[in-house]
């Protein structure tokens, strides 16, 4: 595991997404092809946006991965995070391909349905957040670190409901969805390497739990201290809290 402190989170966004970039050349490099795993949310604002501007990315030979949905929520709806993938990077590259998670589907068979597809296809390079209660992808805590499934469907606690509100998604939390689909932890933990961005005071309690606390289902994001190539990049006010600046 390694922190990188930026100066800011444009810089942040700028080295995560240097970071990822050269990961993906390399993939295709070495296999002819890169899987991707793509987050969503604040925390990746700034990675998409240095990330669709690389140089020498040969997208058509790129995989991508969506990371979680909520259930029941249209693209139409702002708060779609398929349609904050589609905006944000598939209409601004030409990517191989883009295998979203439908949250209009019948959950259960939709897992099964990207499960199959991302079984077959090893992940190079994770992009990834940390959230205010140190949930990892969707998985809020007490996340399930045990299971295999590569998705699953998942409540979502209050706190992660209130994130949602707070960064401006949903006009109510009543209007937060309750459930979504999320990739499993042991399923991003499989990836190659994984680059995880985490801005803001706000996340500095979860960031500082996660790189310093022990590994526990109650910090899910406390799993990356198992990975060998885990890369933190994170602005100054997220690191306040850390011990070792």
Same mark, same amino acid.
């Given at each position: 595991?390694?922190?990188?402190?930026?100066?800011?989170?444009?810089?942040?966004?700028?080295?995560?997404?240097?970071?990822?970039?050269?990961?993906?050349?390399?993939?295709?490099?070495?296999?002819?092809?890169?899987?991707?795993?793509? !987050?969503?949310?604040? *925390?990746?604002?700034?990675?998409?946006?240095? @990330?669709?501007? /690389?140089?020498? #990315? $040969?997208?058509?030979? &790129?995989?991508?991965?969506?990371?979680?949905?909520?259930?029941?929520?249209?693209?139409?709806?702002?708060?779609?995070?398929?349609?904050?993938?589609?905006?944000?990077?598939?209409?601004?590259?030409?990517?191989?391909?883009?295998?979203?998670?439908?949250?209009? !589907?019948?959950?259960? *068979?939709?897992?099964?349905?990207?499960?199959? @597809?991302?079984? /077959?296809?090893? #992940? $190079?390079?994770?992009? &990834?957040?940390?959230?205010?209660?140190?949930?990892?992808?969707?998985?809020?805590?007490?996340?399930?670190?045990?299971?295999?499934?590569?998705?699953?469907?998942?409540?979502?606690?209050?706190?992660?409901?209130?994130?949602?509100?707070?960064?401006?998604?949903?006009?109510?939390?009543?209007?937060?969805?309750?459930?979504?689909?999320?990739?499993?932890?042991?399923?991003?933990?499989?990836?190659?390497?994984?680059?995880?961005?985490?801005?803001?005071?706000?996340?500095?309690?979860?960031?500082?739990?996660?790189?310093?606390?022990?590994?526990?289902?109650?910090?899910?994001?406390?799993?990356?201290?198992?990975?060998?190539?885990?890369?933190?990049?994170?602005?100054?006010?997220?690191?306040?809290?850390?011990?070792?600046?």
């Amino acid at each position: 595991m390694n922190i990188t402190i930026c100066r800011d989170a444009k810089e942040m966004g700028r080295r995560a997404a240097a970071d990822a970039a050269e990961r993906i050349r390399l993939a295709i490099h070495d296999r002819g092809r890169a899987n991707i795993i793509v !987050a969503t949310g604040a *925390s990746q604002f700034e990675v998409l946006s240095a @990330l669709v501007e /690389a140089k020498d #990315i $040969d997208w058509p030979k &790129v995989v991508g991965f969506h990371l979680d949905e909520y259930l029941g929520l249209p693209m139409t709806h702002p708060a779609s995070f398929r349609r904050y993938l589609k905006e944000r990077l598939v209409d601004r590259v030409p990517i191989g391909e883009f295998h979203y998670i439908d949250g209009e !589907a019948d959950a259960e *068979s939709e897992c099964r349905r990207v499960g199959e @597809l991302i079984a /077959a296809a090893p #992940i $190079d390079t994770a992009l &990834v957040g940390v959230g205010e209660n140190g949930h990892l992808a969707f998985n809020d805590p007490p996340a399930d670190f045990q299971t295999d499934r590569p998705y699953i469907v998942v409540d979502l606690d209050e706190a992660c409901r209130r994130q949602q509100l707070g960064e401006g998604w949903f006009p109510t939390l009543d209007d937060v969805p309750r459930r979504a689909i999320s990739m499993s932890v042991r399923q991003i933990m499989k990836s190659r390497t994984i680059v995880c961005t985490v801005p803001d005071r706000r996340k500095a309690e979860a960031l500082r739990a996660a790189v310093e606390g022990p590994v526990t289902p109650q910090l899910p994001a406390s799993i990356l201290q198992q990975h060998p190539q885990a890369m933190f990049y994170v602005d100054p006010p997220a690191a306040e809290l850390l011990a070792k600046r």
